[in-house]
């Protein structure tokens, strides 16, 4: 009977054998194939970035890619980056914060970034036309309290490796990373900002041949002008973008196939300090400062905003050229042009929840 019994146990016995061997010759494997170096730092992720990352929305940002992340610090300067593990591809994320009164050029010279909506003031950077499909940049302005000045920016830019932000759920995605990580750091500092909505699409830049007929504006451009004066002053087509909060906000009245005549832009935050500076330089031109409604004179407003908004700039250009007048705008209504800025800072300064905007 026992040796009955022996011979029954044997087999198991082997069986538990070969599956204990099994298991260790699998876990040496997956160590030196990496993939403990992968599971270990996407485990990593969860705590990256001083434990703002929104990990979720990353993983899902570069599904099926290795990630890596480094990087935090202080309130006023704080750095984060995720990047492929895999030397094979440029994937990557740079996320920063920092403190409203750091001068940061946001303007694109051709296009005008597309506002998130949706209760945040941000805006999306990515150009359809351009070769770059897998680039993109994402940006928030936050508000840390209701006195002037007192926010945070907060900016996100990524690079897929693989895979286009011609996709819109790539775009959201993004967006889903920028806005999740900086409530995140928001509830961690002192920074009390509220928290928009979920952004579920997310537009792209108006680029130059993104034009439409005047009476079709409803964004940045609608109701600057009457039928009236836009045809004596040659406006024909506009170039806008949604009416929605962005730190930077623009308008193009245009002339036949969208030729720039006039244009308007209204800055918040960094992007209101290095419009100022240039300003300042502009008018350091004796003719300028002399005469405002000189060719290359300056139209400028100005507004107290709550927290990251800062002083806002507002600007009226037009187009002016000595050596093709024929490329100039057609008639420069100095009145007439004041009180349509007037009208498009006031309208861009209510929702941003600013004072009303008066002369520099």
Avoid at 10 to 26: F, H, I, K, S
Avoid at 47 to 71: M, W
Avoid at 87 to 111: F, H, K, Q
Avoid at 134 to 152: I, M, P, Q
Wanted: net charge negative.
């Amino acid at each position: 009977m026992s040796d009955v019994r022996f011979w029954r146990r044997r087999p198991v016995r082997r069986t538990a054998a070969w599956t204990v061997t099994a298991a260790v010759l699998a876990g040496g494997l997956f160590w030196v194939s990496g993939g403990y170096d992968s599971w270990r730092d996407d485990r990593a992720l969860d705590s990256a970035c001083d434990g703002d990352l929104a990990a979720g929305a990353v993983r899902e940002l570069f599904d099926g890619v290795s990630l890596t992340s480094s990087g935090g610090g202080g309130a006023d300067r704080w750095g984060c980056t995720v990047s492929a593990a895999d030397d094979d591809t440029d994937a990557g994320l740079v996320l920063w914060a920092r403190s409203t009164d750091r001068l940061m050029n946001l303007e694109d010279a051709d296009g005008f970034d597309a506002p998130l909506g949706h209760n945040w003031t941000g805006s999306f950077r990515f150009d359809p036309d351009d070769k770059d499909t897998d680039e993109a940049r994402a940006v928030l302005l936050l508000n840390c309290g209701k006195e002037s000045g007192y926010g945070r920016l907060r900016t996100a830019d990524a690079d897929l490796g693989r895979g286009g932000f011609d996709d819109p759920m790539a775009r959201a995605r993004l967006v889903a990373v920028l806005t999740e990580t900086a409530t995140a750091y928001t509830r961690r500092t002192d920074c009390a900002a509220p928290a928009g909505g979920r952004v579920k699409y997310v537009g792209v830049s108006t680029t130059r041949t993104d034009y439409k007929p005047v009476a079709a504006a409803t964004g940045s451009c609608a109701d600057l002008l009457d039928g009236k004066t836009a045809a004596r002053w040659g406006v024909r087509t506009v170039r806008e973008i949604a009416a929605a909060p962005a730190p930077l906000e623009n308008c193009v009245l245009g002339g036949v196939r969208g030729a720039f005549l006039y244009g308007f832009t209204a800055s918040y935050g960094p992007s209101a300090s290095y419009a100022r500076l240039r300003l300042s330089e502009r008018r350091d031109d004796d003719t300028a400062r002399a005469n405002p409604d000189a060719p290359n004179g300056s139209y400028a407003l100005t507004a107290r905003c709550p927290g990251a908004g800062g002083t806002a700039l507002f600007q009226a250009d037009t187009l002016h050229d000595e050596d093709d007048p024929k490329r100039a705008a057609p008639v420069v209504d100095h009145q007439g042009l004041r009180a349509a800025l007037q009208r498009f800072a006031e309208r861009s300064a209510k929702t941003h929840g600013c004072e009303t905007p008066r002369a520099v």
